[in-house]
């Protein structure tokens, strides 16, 4: 798979991705990111990739002609466009795994007070937003798409059927995990999880996934796939009970 990222300023993207799963991953042949940078697309002695916006107001807004010359050089046939924008659709597990089946993603990191509307209108396929917060521009965000992505290419994670496990993939939030020492500053390891009991360990799990939903992210259990069984320990838990 190849991603490129196209931005103002390399320097801010390059390090997230040479280290690490994501560098490991590159180094390894499994992804193909390029950094590109606006300016080298913007025409002129100055190479200027913003201007002032048309009816007034503050800030600038970058033009659309390095963008289109920088996607029309880069795009191939399978290319996704997607314009990193607080504007655009909120970025979800499910859209990473759709865009980790993609040969192509090219992400357009803006800057300033935004982009020409042109540039949403005519050259992407999406706009997508990391949160409902504004950042100074699209470079962070597109550095989370990337990496959300790159960690479900095959082969890049450690443990092969990692990523389907967890948070999210399964509609809920992961159950707590510990490690060694069994006992820290007074808080002993869950005894289930030491009893080598699978079936009794998988089932307790559930439910601390059910009750860690329910506490910090009720809108998932609306659309969470469960049984009749689990519905009611959820009705457990709005009457104030508590998992084992
Ligand atoms: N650019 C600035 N804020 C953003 C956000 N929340 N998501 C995507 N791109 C952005």
């Known amino acids: 798979m190849r991603i490129d990222i196209v931005t103002l300023f390399p ?11 994501i560098g490991r991953a590159r180094a390894r042949g ?5 950094v590109v940078n606006l300016r080298d697309y913007a025409e002129g002695k100055h190479r200027v990739t913003d201007d002032y916006p048309f009816g007034g107001g503050g800030g600038m ?4 002609e390095p963008l289109f010359a920088a996607v029309e050089a880069l795009r191939t046939p ?14 979800t597990q499910q859209m990473a795994w759709e865009l980790a089946s993609a040969k192509h993603v090219l992400l357009l990191a803006g ?4 982009v020409d509307e042109r540039v949403s209108e005519m050259l992407v396929d999406d706009a997508v937003s990391i949160g409902d917060y504004v950042l100074t521009g699209g470079e962070l965000p597109a550095l989370v798409v990337t990496d959300t992505v790159v960690r479900l290419l095959p082969g890049v994670l450690g443990c092969p059927g990692g990523a389907e496990r967890e948070s999210f993939a399964g509609g809920l939030l992961e159950p707590p995990q510990y490690t060694r020492p069994e006992e820290f500053r007074g808080a002993r390891v869950p005894a289930v999880l030491l009893s ?20 910090a992210r ?8 469960l049984t009749e069984d689990e519905r009611r320990l959820v009705d457990g838990f709005k009457r104030g009970e508590k998992p084992e």
């Open 30 to 34: 499994l992804v193909d990111i390029r």
């Open 218 to 225: 009720p809108d998932l259990l609306e659309r969470a796939d």
């Open 111 to 114: 800057r300033y007070e935004g």
């Open 61 to 64: 807004v970058l033009k659309p």
């Open 11 to 21: 320097a801010l993207v390059e390090p997230a991705l040479a280290e690490s799963v």
């Open 78 to 91: 399978a290319a996704r466009v997607i314009l990193m924008d607080p504007r655009g659709r909120l970025f």
């Open 196 to 215: 080598g009991d699978h079936a009794h360990i998988e089932r307790w799990r559930r439910v601390q996934a059910l009750y860690r939903t329910w506490r």
